[in-house]
């Protein structure tokens, strides 16, 4: 088809009406905030296309749609729009469908000459298109207007400091440990300093903690229960006591997908444990572990992927009890052996008591104990 | 005789008379508003015996060239529906699908079928078309809007072979033809009288051209056609002279038949056809208003631009000096290239046609 300039612009906007109504059904800021991300791209572009492409034949759709999509994440990146991966794809997923659906089928139906026009819409097209980029811009607003404030700490503030409402906290640094009751909360670049639990998260959802730093916490660095969060460098040291664990998930089965990635942990009983939960676990690094590097028990799944796992006493990552895992591309170093436990030979990694494990690109180094399923559980190597 | 509710007359009733009427009758007009006057009730009938004597398989056009009012669902969407495969839309989407001509006409046999065509179909031959107040005259009754698609004024003949058949007359293959041309109709000649195990003999003057479609994509659009439409009448004849060039597409299934028969020496071109040979004039139809009594008449009368053979139509395929806000004449067919140079195509009889609708009813 030869688009005008106007063709292009039109045909673009009014095809974005499912992904928009998707959006507001979604009732999430990031979705509006996304679509009219890709909008912007996607009309950016198209000023380009006009001069370079007099004619667009229907199989560029293809290659055009991947080159905006990698466009619209990196500026997703750049712009540290929230919104989840996979919900993002789907939306551009849906945007990039109903704009061949729109261009090959519907506005051919709804406008005759819709190909000798050069891909415009006439009068209806053109309020539809204005009616788009009218509710994208009042979404954006309302989400500017309406997005949770922003806190910043300077200094050293005595807690336990409890969040009850949807904010974002960054800096500062939280002597006695930071509750959470509230969905929404993201912690940015905080320390926190002893507390019976560092960061205690319970019955919230889309909690995201950035750059924290945790020191000193009496029983788990970070303790999440019947909650969903997403946490993104953090550190977990100098426990207060042999019994601490770094970050523990649990009871969670029922939220949306926890995920933890760039942390590191060191010197607590468990590095990072779940029990009944998804969990993605991936690129940590967790070192001299009492107990167990990393843990998924009791029912849990997900994937524990690209982390190093360096001197765990006893085992260095176990799927437990009834769970499912697929660890992959992690590298387990000198794991050591635990005397008082035959079970606990320095092994890289277990699977126990009715575990599906899946295997995968790993690399074990030094740790006697190796590889081994126990208890009826199975290990499948891929 | 056409009642005083009728306020649109077809005159024509091929190809593009059909894909006017299914237009018209898509932006609501009722058959009882619309006089269709022509020699055949089938629409399809003079194409399809056409395309039979060129043993025509496949229609250059791609899967928007129908003659349903809506472009979707095309042809290709059509065969991958009846033939549960995705393979017409992959072609299509790959410029790369060309419909079978007998789905072609099965589909435009439905779409008559479905449009009312039987009760505005009135078998006259019109020879005057009369401008009246607010109107024209056309056999004894007064329209508001005239659409004029009658078609390819006659078959051409070049003088030196008067009397050969035509490629477009039935005909079968002697051991030797002389097919003379260079365009779609030659070049559909040289593969059927090679399969029918003749030697044949192609007479040009020039080297034919490779398009895959009659006119370039960018002349379909607003896009090429903005353009087209801004430039001096010198040079949009020159574009026009240019564009008629005979050229057919190219690919394999066209080179690789033809390359076999010269390595067999089975296939040479010649200036002239030798005595022992059967002429075929692929040589397409005669040009220009000047071949067309209807035409011819309505510009002598009314005084209207021309130049040279083509008549000057406003962008949207109207005739400018019998057309305003009361009255409309439209061209459509290959005598409205003025305004569309692929206006002998199924996407130029649409075009024509929805300039006027646009017309018929202004509030679209």
Known sequence: MSYTLKGRVESRLAAALPVLVLAFVLHRWWAIELVALMLAIGLALDLVYDRLLAYQPGWLALPLGLFELGLVYTAMRALDLMAPLRWALVLYGVAWLSGQVFAHALFPRFRLEYAEAGGELGRAGGVAAVAVVAAALAGVGAAYSVRPPTVHLHGTVQGPLVIRHAQTLVGGI???????????????????????????????????????????????????????????GCTVSSPAGPWVQGIDISFSMDKEMSMVERCTIVGVREGIVTHMSMVDVEHNRVGETSLRGITMGEMSMGSIRDNDVLGAHGVGIICLDHSECSIEDNTIAGTKVDKTDPQRSGVAIQA???????????????????????????ITHR | MPSETVRCAIVGSGLAALAT?????????????????????????????????????RMRSESDGHVAAAAFPGLAVREAARA????????????RYHPRVEDFLQHAESVRAESGWEQSFRRE?????????????????????????????????????NGAVHAYEPHDYASKVAVVGAGMAAATEWLNALAAGSEVVSIRRREPLRRALNVPREFFSKRGLATFHATSDERRAATLRELSTPSYPPGAAWDEPIAAAVADGRFSVAERASADAQVICATG?????????????????????????WIELAPDSTVPALTDTMRTLSLAGVAAQWSFPAADTIAGAKYAAHGFLRHVCPTR
């Not at chain 1, 295997?359 to 030094?366: D, H, I, K, R, S």
């Not at chain 2, 549960?84 to 410029?95: D, E, H, K, M, Y």
């Not at chain 2, 607010?134 to 003088?159: C, E, I, K, S, Y």
């Open chain 1, 352 to 378: 126990h008591f009715f575990a599906k494990a899946q295997l995968e690109g790993n690399t074990v180094v030094a740790s006697p104990g190796g590889i081994e399923a126990l208890d009826n559980s199975t």
């Open chain 2, 125 to 161: 031959r019109i020879e005057r078309i009369t401008p009246v107040d607010d109107g024209f005259a056309v056999d004894g009754a007064t329209f508001r809007h005239v659409l004029v698609a009658t078609g390819h004024p006659g078959l051409a003949q070049p003088p030196e072979y």
């Open chain 2, 285 to 309: 139809f005669r040009k220009g208003w000047r071949e067309d009594p209807l035409l011819r008449d309505l510009v002598e009368t009314n005084d209207l631009a021309t130049h040279g053979r």
């Open chain 2, 21 to 57: 009427y299914a237009t018209l009758r898509r932006g609501g007009v009722r058959p009882e508003e619309i006089a269709v006057y022509g020699t055949h009730e089938d629409p399809t009938e003079v194409w399809r015996t056409r395309a039979a004597a060129i043993r025509q398989q």
């Open chain 2, 84 to 95: 549960l495969t995705l393979a017409p839309l992959v072609a299509s989407v790959a410029n």
């Open chain 1, 174 to 232: 939280v002597n006695g440990g930071i509750v959470i009751r509230a969905d929404h909360v993201t912690l940015r670049d905080v320390t926190v300093h002893g507390g019976e639990n560092g960061i205690d998260i319970e019955d919230s959802h889309h909690v995201m903690l950035e750059n924290v730093h945790v020191v000193g916490s009496e029983l788990d660095g970070i303790h999440v229960r019947r909650a969903s969060v997403m946490i993104d």
